[in-house]
């Protein structure tokens, strides 16, 4: 059987990050708290971790996206925004973390090459510490209901910040 296309009711939220480096692995601490919480039947929550290219399958399937990512951005650490990603291109003050093989930038730049275009709002979070090292700066996990909350607004499609 052939595949009919993308699930245009799918909703994906990507956590991404890798654990091993402290703040870089924000969007899998959040993609986590949301996944214990109850969501909606058509919402499925993926921590993507390191996974890289392989995203795109993903993506593919998907009608929505929330992608959650560690961004330097220049801000205070803790410090959250909410990106399209057609408005990230030619923003070199963002750059989204790469710890974790690929980046999400070549990701959605690939994706736009071969078609995996999703409604997509990303969520970008300041890291305080990236250095090799298991668990949140005190920064980010003061704040990690704060992120989670601002995950399920704009799965809600309301504006949090």
Not at 26 to 53: K, N, W, Y
Request: aromatic share 2%.
């Amino acid at each position: 059987m052939e595949p009919s296309g993308p699930d245009t009711q799918r909703t994906l939220v990507i956590g991404v990050g890798n654990l091993l480096r402290g703040d870089d692995g924000i969007g899998v601490r959040v993609a986590q708290a949301l996944a214990r919480e109850p969501l909606p039947e058509d919402v499925e929550v993926i921590d993507a971790g390191t996974r890289g290219l392989d995203l795109l399958f993903e993506l593919g399937d998907a009608g929505r996206v929330v992608l959650i990512d560690a961004a330097e951005m220049g801000q205070t650490p803790g410090e959250a925004r909410v990106f399209d990603p057609a408005l990230l291109d030619g923003q070199a003050e963002v750059r989204f973390s790469c710890l974790h093989g690929i980046g999400i930038a070549e990701v959605l730049a690939l994706g736009r090459v071969v078609g995996v275009e999703p409604q997509m709002t990303i969520v970008g979070i300041q890291p305080a510490d990236t250095s090799p090292r298991e668990g949140l700066s005190e920064a980010l996990a003061a704040r990690l209901s704060e992120y989670v909350a601002l995950a399920r607004g704009k799965l809600a499609g309301t504006r949090e910040i």
